[in-house]
């Protein structure tokens, strides 16, 4: 009978867990902005879990941005993704984000 109790537990901090994951993407994606890139950076990050294996890099691209309300932001992205949303984007071009999508689109 002690285990219900905390099967419960789990049950609800799981729940509440992915209840506020949701809320939390759903406004990212609810946000709309124009703003100018100020920065594009490109990092190796080591994606292995374990001490002890085998480095597993992968090339990042993090776009910092400037809103035209001033607030900064940045967006990382796998270089393959990078290439495919913003091909040919260099610093000081326009973004713009708009309701209902996940990432800006070049201005």
Not at 3 to 9: A, E, K, S, T, V
Not at 59 to 88: A, C, I, W
């Amino acid at each position: 009978m002690e285990n219900i109790g905390l099967i419960i537990l789990v049950v609800v901090v799981v729940g509440a867990f992915t209840a506020l994951l949701t809320w939390f993407q759903a406004r990212k994606k609810a946000e709309v902005w124009q703003g100018t890139v100020i920065k594009i950076k490109h990092k190796m990050v080591d994606r292995n879990s374990s001490e002890e294996g085998t480095a597993h890099l992968e090339e990042f691209v993090y776009v910092h941005y400037r809103t035209d309300r001033g607030k900064k932001g940045k967006l990382s992205l796998r270089v393959h993704g990078f290439n495919q949303q913003f091909p040919d984007l260099k610093v000081n071009d326009r973004l713009d984000k708009q309701a209902g999508e996940y990432y800006p689109k070049k201005a």
